[in-house]
């Protein structure tokens, strides 16, 4: 290969031309063979054009990759990975992310940027949308299975590596500052997953950490990726990362900024465009070794050959049936809506209600429930929440809607027309929230409170005294203070996709009882954020009496909602948590059992949860940490006994010379239906 042809696979770029393809400019270069792939080229005709240019006209004739964003689906959109993540259900997962996958293939894809498994702490931040929440344990869980479910068709990507999530401020792009051993222990490990899982690639992304931008930054892309988790496939930037070492401060230009990030391990250019314009003056004068080069080259390469681009380089694939994938879309919907509260058995509502009132800007709203990157997904795909709501109850009942307003505007000229729905009806439900791309990339928000008047508009509605049904409809956690205090029933349906309604009226009509348990914590106000369950203790805990406390002296200390919670239309009771093993070794596995019950009169799926708290250890340790959990069915009345086990490696962290260590001692355990609750046993870890 000529050093052109070398830098050529290095480089990808967005397609440029009209309608989801290539230009004549990126058509000549895979002719010349200085291109590795492209992405954004939309439909299998479009990409089957270009790989042609490449495997019958270049003198090598290397096929193209061809990328795209499918984060939450194709064209069949799937619940934001988010609202997905609420579902605790790794099989699930990875049936949307195979389904995704299958589409795309056929429409000419074969490598998607996706899964982001950015650990986010910080609900401000727009991206928390595409993750998984606040958890490492959950978040390792749903990497592996996505990157499983996306690898039966197409390559999948996990990113941002790594600490995107950690943005200060929660301010998109933001620099990070975190320690070796919270990046080691909260950031990571959704990674090390993936890479165990068989991931193709990883993403760099476009954060700093304590000064080093992470698309330079060789101890995250040589040290721990290549060294220590013996990663074999390839790196690739985000969107312009490696030309934006130029204003981090670390590079004086184009040249710099490409030796940095290919002798970093990035593999591969998006869109800047430098590697192959500005890197073969510098191989050429000994400045970055052909040797580097070469490796990544190789690394291209492989991944060619795994995915079998040379065998079959326009791989031919039928989408899955839209019957199919919607009924998917709808069952995952389903488990993903959280019953936040439920006072005096509100929800489920009687089918034969007299008359309902609907209400909100997003009640017959068909574009935002897709939600942040929908890739593909199209409006008159989406069935609406009013729309669910006439589909479920008999035409007998009158369902009167009324938008009250828009999404952020400030107008309340729709005030009246909802005021006068809500007092004509049994029951008001209204649908608030956040616009679709008020979530996802640049797209941090300083309130997170409801945005507009929509929270006036809530509080016009209740005044009338017509029960109110909230349904929330969002990408991140919300403030909801007062709807928490005044409004009896909340449900948090995120932005669900395609079949949004139909899930949300399963909900609260009865037809699925809602098993959806918070991946991330709601704070209670702004000011306490960051909040996060898996904090560790102070040296002078909160005590209600005793002013020299680590608390706040105008609200709680804790959350509005916990990371594990979620009600259900029946109940639970946990009982006879025992520890099988009650002292164990580092080779062994921690067992524990535990006694469900269905105590209520429905039948319900609980998220039975196991934390571990490490006592005493020779670093401060997490309050809670979240181990094991099982999604389990039963009856009324009916009870079984779960069995919950956690590898003793699990319970390690990195000690004082940060290596990873088990270390003796006693451990507490709680098994229960959150983060905040649980019944409590003991065991003992020793030599």
């Known amino acids: 290969m000529t050093l052109d042809e070398k830098l050529g696979q290095l480089n990808l770029l967005s397609a440029a031309g009209e309608n989801g393809r290539a230009s004549n400019d990126q058509i000549a270069l895979a002719r010349a063979g200085k291109l590795g792939g492209l992405f954004n080229v939309i439909g299998a005709e479009n990409t089957a054009q270009v790989q042609r240019v490449a495997v019958t006209?270049?003198?090598?004739?290397?096929?193209?990759?061809?990328?795209?964003?499918?984060?939450?689906?194709?064209?069949?959109?799937?619940?934001?990975?988010?609202?997905?993540?609420?579902?605790?259900?790794?099989?699930?997962?990875?049936?949307?992310?195979?389904?995704?996958?299958?589409?795309?293939?056929?429409?000419?894809i074969s490598w998607t940027y996706a899964p982001m498994v950015d650990i986010a702490r910080d609900p401000r931040w727009g991206r928390i949308a595409e993750g998984s929440g606040e958890d490492p344990y959950l978040g390792s869980l749903l990497a592996a299975a996505r990157v499983r479910g996306f690898q039966e068709n197409i390559f999948a990507t996990v990113k941002h590596f790594a600490g995107y999530g950690a943005a200060e401020a929660g301010r998109e792009y933001n620099e990070t500052e975190i320690s070796e051993r919270t990046m080691r222990e909260i950031y990571l490990p959704p990674f090390k997953a993936a890479v165990d899982a068989g991931v193709a690639s990883l993403m760099?992304?476009?954060?700093?950490?304590?000064?080093?931008?992470?698309?330079?930054?060789?101890?995250?892309?040589?040290?721990?990726?290549?060294?220590?988790?013996?990663?074999?496939?390839?790196?690739?930037?985000?969107?312009?990362?490696?030309?934006?070492?130029?204003?981090?401060?670390?590079?004086?230009?184009?040249?710099?900024?490409?030796?940095?990030?290919?002798?970093?391990?990035?593999?591969?250019?998006?869109?800047?465009s430098i590697y192959m314009d500005s890197l073969p003056a510098l191989v050429r004068s000994g400045r970055?070794?052909?040797?580097?080069?070469?490796?990544?080259?190789?690394?291209?390469?492989?991944?060619?050959?795994?995915?079998?681009?040379?065998?079959?380089?326009?791989?031919?694939?039928?989408?899955?049936?839209?019957?199919?994938?919607?009924?998917?879309?709808?069952?995952?919907?389903?488990?993903?809506?959280?019953?936040?509260?439920?006072?005096?058995?509100?929800?489920?509502?009687?089918?034969?209600?007299?008359?309902?009132?609907?209400?909100?800007?997003?009640?017959?709203?068909?574009?935002?429930?897709?939600?942040?990157?929908?890739?593909?997904?199209?409006?008159?795909?989406?069935?609406?929440?009013?729309?669910?709501?006439?589909?479920?109850?008999?035409?007998?009942?009158?369902?009167?809607?009324?938008?009250?307003?828009?999404?952020?505007?400030?107008?309340?000229?729709?005030?009246?027309?909802?005021?006068?729905?809500?007092?004509?009806?049994?029951?008001?439900?209204?649908?608030?929230?956040?616009?679709?791309?008020?979530?996802?990339?640049?797209?941090?928000r300083s309130m997170i409170g409801l945005p507009g008047v929509q929270e006036q508009l809530l509080e016009a509605v209740a005044a009338t005294g017509t029960p109110v049904v909230l349904v929330l409809m969002n990408g991140r956690p919300l403030t909801i203070e007062w709807a928490a205090e005044h409004v009896p029933a909340i449900v948090e349906t995120w932005f669900l996709g395609v079949e949004a309604g139909n899930a949300t009226a399963d909900v609260l009509f009865g037809d699925v009882n809602p098993?959806?348990?918070?991946?991330?914590?709601?704070?209670?106000?702004?000011?306490?954020?960051?909040?996060?369950?898996?904090?560790?203790?102070?040296?002078?805990?909160?005590?209600?009496?005793?002013?020299?406390?680590?608390?706040?002296?105008?609200?709680?200390?804790?959350?509005?909602?916990?990371?594990?919670?979620?009600?259900?239309?029946?109940?639970?009771?946990?009982?006879?948590?025992?520890?099988?093993?009650?002292?164990?070794?580092?080779?062994?596995?921690?067992?524990?059992?535990?006694?469900?019950?269905?105590?209520?009169?429905?039948?319900?799926?609980?998220?039975?949860?196991?934390?571990?708290?490490?006592?005493?250890?020779?670093?401060?340790?997490?309050?809670?940490?979240?181990?094991a959990f099982q999604r389990v069915t039963l009856k009324p009345n009916e009870s079984r006994t779960l069995t919950l086990r956690v590898a003793a490696q699990d319970l390690g962290f990195y000690g004082l010379n940060m290596k990873r260590v088990v270390e003796p001692g006693a451990f507490r355990v709680y098994v229960g239906p959150s983060s905040a609750e649980g019944q409590e046993a003991r065991f003992e870890v020793v030599r």
Do not use: C
């Open 204 to 272: 760099s992304a476009f954060n700093d950490n304590a000064g080093v931008p992470s698309s330079g930054n060789a101890w995250l892309t040589d040290t721990v990726l290549r060294r220590e988790w013996r990663f074999k496939g390839f790196v690739v930037s985000d969107w312009t990362s490696v030309a934006e070492l130029i204003p981090h401060g670390v590079a004086g230009g184009p040249s710099e900024a490409g030796r940095r990030a290919l002798t970093a391990g990035v593999d591969m250019d998006m869109q800047s």
């Open 515 to 627: 098993s959806g348990r918070l991946p991330v914590t709601f704070p209670r106000s702004l000011g306490q954020i960051p909040i996060y369950y898996n904090h560790r203790n102070t040296g002078r805990p909160f005590g209600a009496n005793n002013k020299f406390s680590s608390k706040y002296l105008d609200i709680p200390n804790t959350p509005r909602y916990p990371f594990g919670y979620g009600l259900s239309y029946t109940t639970f009771g946990y009982r006879d948590v025992k520890v099988t093993n009650p002292r164990i070794r580092a080779t062994d596995t921690l067992v524990v059992s535990v006694t469900l019950t269905n105590t209520g009169s429905r039948e319900g799926t609980e998220v039975a949860q196991l934390y571990v708290r490490d006592e005493v250890a020779s670093v401060a340790r997490p309050v809670r940490e979240l181990k």
């Open 288 to 444: 970055i070794p052909m040797a580097v080069v070469d490796s990544a080259v190789m690394r291209i390469l492989r991944a060619k050959q795994r995915l079998g681009l040379f065998k079959d380089p326009y791989r031919p694939r039928t989408a899955p049936a839209m019957d199919s994938t919607r009924a998917l879309a709808r069952r995952v919907a389903g488990e993903s809506i959280v019953l936040l509260k439920n006072d005096g058995s509100t929800l489920p509502l009687d089918k034969n209600t007299s008359a309902i009132a609907v209400i909100g800007p997003l009640a017959d709203n068909k574009p935002e429930p897709l939600g942040p990157w929908h890739t593909m997904g199209q409006p008159e795909d989406v069935v609406t929440v009013l729309a669910g709501i006439k589909a479920k109850v008999p035409a007998t009942t009158q369902v009167m809607y009324a938008q009250g307003s828009g999404v952020e505007d400030t107008s309340t000229a729709g005030f009246a027309e909802a005021v006068a729905a809500a007092k004509q009806a049994k029951v008001a439900i209204l649908v608030l929230g956040e616009r679709g791309e008020m979530s996802g990339e640049a797209a941090s």
């Open 57 to 108: 006209e270049s003198r090598l004739k290397i096929p193209l990759l061809f990328g795209l964003d499918v984060i939450h689906g194709y064209r069949t959109t799937f619940p934001i990975p988010l609202g997905e993540a609420a579902s605790f259900d790794p099989e699930a997962a990875q049936a949307t992310a195979r389904a995704a996958g299958l589409e795309a293939a056929a429409a000419g």
